[in-house]
């Protein structure tokens, strides 16, 4: 699986970035893959060589990245479409249809129906797919992006684990996959808007959109959700923020939903400056 995982991070990450730096990529992947660094001992690969940096889009620099981050139903859809309208602003939702197919099979659906059994599955996927959204090259100054490959880990996989549906040993390997990325491929985030939404109104949404893998979501499956995103972004209780966080109130209508988002435009399309 994780052979399979790191062929797929070559074919889909690596070609994104300079072919002047691919040598100093490879390095860092022999570096901090033993079983590569066994197979390539005495052909000029040595650790030495290595020059320690992390991965970097370039031409990037100077644009915003803005991350939307919230409960299910919390309202990020309505928020996405509302800011999609505006000049110079890049949307990217999170992949949920690939999640929902691969290869004709659905983990999405597979992992809400049996977590225990196939929420490695899913996330290990929900994984490269974020990691690939993150690592496009930009096409408009600002980008705003559905959620993170932080969120996936610090919410989704911590709360499978934390409710035991997740075995430590698939923990433990997707923590090991998530350290490895943050530490060598440069994840920008200029700020972080959440969508602050109680458990209920998510619960209420939700059974009003009736999408098919959610139907047999529980409100205490959203409660979990949310105490997570609260620890993380709000009390800062779990895992370090890397970047700083506008909270925007998500239990209103639609209209006054879209008067906030209004509000906070200057907010959020300046987080750069």
């Not at 700083?244 to 939903?257: E, G, S």
Request: hydrophobic share 35%; with cysteine.
């Amino acid at each position: 699986m994780i052979g399979e995982f790191l062929k797929e991070f070559c074919r889909v990450v690596l070609p994104r970035y300079s072919h002047k730096s691919l040598s100093t990529h490879v390095h860092v992947l022999v570096r901090e893959t033993p079983a590569l660094r066994k197979r390539l001992s005495g052909r000029s690969w040595s650790s030495t060589s290595v020059v320690h940096r992390k991965l970097v889009r370039n031409g990037d620099e100077k644009k915003s990245v803005i991350w939307l981050e919230g409960n299910i139903a919390s309202g990020k859809t309505t928020c996405l479409e509302y800011f999609s309208k505006t000049s110079d602003i890049e949307v990217l939702t999170e992949p949920v249809s690939k999640w929902r197919n691969v290869q004709g099979c659905n983990p999405l659906g597979l992992m809400y129906q049996d977590p225990s059994r196939w929420g490695l599955t899913l996330q290990t996927y929900v994984q490269l797919t974020m990691l690939d959204r993150h690592v496009l090259p930009m096409s408009a100054p600002v980008r705003m992006m559905e959620r993170s490959i932080y969120s996936a880990k610090y919410i989704f996989v911590e709360n499978l684990y934390k409710s035991g549906k997740m075995p430590e040993v698939d923990f433990a390997v997707l923590s090991e996959w998530f350290e490895w990325i943050i530490k060598n491929i440069a994840i920008p985030v200029d700020l972080i808007v959440y969508l602050q939404t109680s458990p209920q109104t998510c619960y209420e949404r939700l059974k009003q959109r009736c999408r098919e893998e959610e139907k047999v979501i529980p409100l205490e499956y959203l409660e979990s959700i949310h105490h997570l995103y609260e620890d993380w972004l709000i009390h800062h209780k779990s895992f370090e923020v890397p970047a700083p966080v506008l909270v925007i109130p998500a239990d209103h209508d639609l209209k006054k939903m879209l008067h906030q988002y209004e509000e906070n435009r200057e907010k959020i399309l300046m987080a750069h400056c």
